[in-house]
T-cell receptor, first 109, second 114 residues
């Protein structure tokens, strides 16, 4: 079966760095997505990785290792507004997105 | 604002009611999706429409009936729902065949079945 695993909840301090991991087992691979979802709002796109390596976009970076079935989202200089759920999703061989259950990130002052 | 709107934002309905959820995308995309999001569970893909044709139906019960009259509008018709159908229903759109597979989501309809 297809499976995406990510931690249910993480807590970090304002100004610090946090890494949210995602491991996956899917039938085929056409890229990995990270989305951010604030409570009561729509998921919004953060990043897309299809090749191995690190993609940096401001305070957020996303890493992919296809051989290990592993990705992480790195958030630097954390701000209170970063408190949200972070969803990992993999596009399978049929170009359908397989979703993780999301990681709820709590930022403390 | 993602360019995808959904109405209503909140809906409470009894198990014998009939209601419809509406989604509209203003992005010129050719694919639209219905997802169900329950607490602490992964997003569940329900239906996919490409160029107004349904291409995916993930074993969704017949009490959920989608309709896609054109590439900008998507409906989800609901009837005789069960309490376990209470969830957030998200609509999304994307441009199939393009260079980006990113999906754009609406804010969702929070559905409570009593």
């Amino acid at each position: 079966g297809q499976n995406i695993d990510q931690p249910t909840e993480m807590t970090a301090t304002e100004g610090a760095i946090v890494q949210i991991n995602c491991t996956y087992q899917t039938s085929g691979f056409n890229g990995l997505f990270w989305y951010q979802q604030h409570a009561g709002e729509a998921p919004t796109f953060l990043s897309y990785n299809v090749l191995d390596g690190l993609e940096e976009k401001g305070r957020f970076s996303s890493f992919l290792s296809r051989s290990k079935g592993y990705s992480y989202l790195l958030l630097k200089e954390l701000q209170m507004k970063d408190s949200a759920s972070y969803l990992c999703a993999v596009m399978d061989s049929n170009y359908q997105l397989i979703w993780g259950a999301g990681t709820k990130l709590i930022i403390k002052p | 604002e993602t360019g995808v709107t959904q109405t209503p934002r909140h809906l409470v309905m009894g198990m014998t009611n009939k209601k419809s959820l509406k989604c509209e995308q203003h992005l010129g995309h050719n694919a639209m999706y219905w997802y169900k999001q329950s607490a602490k569970k992964p997003l569940e893909l329900m239906f996919v429409y490409n160029f107004k044709e349904q291409t995916e139906n993930n074993s969704v019960p017949s009490r959920f009936s989608p309709e896609c009259p054109n590439s900008s509008h998507l409906f989800l018709h609901l009837h005789t729902l069960q309490p376990e159908d209470s969830a957030l229903y998200l609509c999304a759109s994307s441009q199939e065949g393009g260079s980006s597979y990113e999906q754009y989501f609406g804010p969702g309809t929070r559905l409570t079945v009593t």
